[in-house]
């Protein structure tokens, strides 16, 4: 079992998190991002600053019972997919019956924005996204280190 982070656009109190996180569970951390970014990771993968050359790293490398973190819903789907739980940097954790919507509601947003219009963008991470994210990635490794056994 790994814990792979997105880790493009993770932020730093997440990374920091799933450090902490990683050591309490004994489990590898492997964070994934573009040349662009500076990351502190012991086990730290760069790749090219092309489109989606993070999210194709983090799905090839994502296997069953693996635990990722990453806001992007397309990848969200592929490592689904894989038997992967996925939790995003807010601490949202993505559901196999939910992931279909995501992806036709990012499609609309993505038409309204080709036709000009402006939509809202996230809201400003605050310390109960850290708390809530912390919360859930314990529970969620709890039960995958128990599971692995």
């Not at 993070?54 to 994502?62: E, P, Q, S």
């Not at 397309?74 to 992967?84: D, E, F, I, P, Y």
């Not at 809202?120 to 708390?131: F, H, N, S, V």
């Amino acid at each position: 079992m790994k814990m792979i982070i997105d880790a493009d656009a993770a932020p730093r109190q997440v990374l920091q998190i799933c450090k902490k996180a990683s050591a309490d569970f004994s489990v590898q951390l492997v964070t994934i991002a573009s040349f662009n970014h500076l990351i502190d990771s012991d086990c730290h993968l760069m790749v090219s600053d092309e489109p989606q050359a993070t999210d194709i790293r983090v799905a090839n490398l994502t296997e069953r019972g693996d635990l990722v973190v990453t806001q992007d819903w397309g990848l969200a789907a592929l490592v689904l997919a894989k038997g992967a739980v996925v939790l995003t940097p807010k601490g949202r954790v993505f559901q196999d019956k939910e992931i279909t919507f995501l992806l036709e509601k990012r499609e609309t947003m993505s038409r309204i924005r080709r036709s000009g219009k402006r939509v809202r963008g996230p809201k400003k991470r605050k310390l109960a996204d850290d708390e809530r994210f912390e919360k859930n990635l314990y529970k969620w490794l709890r039960k995958l280190v128990k599971e692995e056994r």
